[in-house]
């Protein structure tokens, strides 16, 4: 199961999220759910630099199917709209392949 957590600042504003794991839909190379998430996710990253100044550190550990992003700053009006955007894609998939997919948000 692929998870998400997302870090939130008790003012709701974001500090980063972490996603982990591989889906376990299908097999590697067929997963849909997995090939989904991080297309969404990749895209959110893409996204952020090159559309907004926000600044940002990615971890990528690609062996273990782990990207930790954390935002070093609070993210601009755009950031915070991509942010919503990856949140909304992924709790979709989560309705609908909750058993593969867990987006869970914890305060920081």
Known sequence: ???ITFYQREDGSFQGFDSRDHAGYDEEGQDIVCSAVSALVINFVNSL???TDDNYQADVDEENARLN?????????????LLKSLILGLSSI???QGQYLDVIFEEV
């Open 69 to 81: 992003v954390v935002f070093t700053e609070e993210l601009s009006v755009e950031g915070s709209l």
């Open 1 to 3: 199961m692929t998870k």
């Open 94 to 96: 989560e309705e609908e």
């Open 49 to 51: 630099d090159q559309l």
